[in-house]
């Protein structure tokens, strides 16, 4: 009986270690491997799902998420002063967070409030939605 214990014994640390190992490392808080890291350049703008006539200049905006959970961008956008318009560019740094189900936070620096955008992937590229805008990015690395 003491040695019928003990392979029970031995069989439930061993089932109960097998489980606990198995467990996902795919969680929503896990920003090494979500696919919104990398160097992202803007494509395409949509208001209410239609497209948006945006210019050269700011199809150069850049936003890059990396894996500590911040990003650093740059916006770009003509400046029609006198004479001919000149390409602007804006730089600005946040953070953001994988809430699971393509819902991501974004808090810009000096903010006090995170937004929550939808991003999902068509096609390898970055989709990001906010209420009626929706903007497209390609990958650059």
């Given at each position: 009986m003491n040695i019928m214990k003990k392979v029970i014994l031995l069989t439930s640390v061993c089932l109960a270690s097998l489980i606990t190992s198995c467990g996902s490392d795919d969680d929503?808080?896990?920003?090494s491997q979500d696919l919104i890291i990398g160097k992202w350049q803007l494509e395409q703008i949509f208001t209410n799902d239609v497209s948006d006539d945006i210019s050269d200049c700011e199809k150069e905006s850049i936003i890059e998420y990396k894996a500590d959970g911040t990003y650093v961008g740059t916006d770009k956008f003509e400046s029609g002063g006198t004479g001919a318009p000149t390409?602007?560019?804006d730089n600005y740094t946040g953070t953001w967070e994988n809430k699971g189900n393509n819902k991501y936070d974004d808090l810009s620096?000096?903010?006090n409030e995170?937004?929550?955008f939808t991003i999902t992937f068509p096609?390898?590229?970055l989709t990001r939605v906010f209420e009626d805008e929706k903007e497209v990015f390609v990958k650059t690395n």
């Open positions: 929503a808080g896990s920003n390409c602007v560019e620096a000096g903010e995170a937004v929550e096609d390898g590229k």
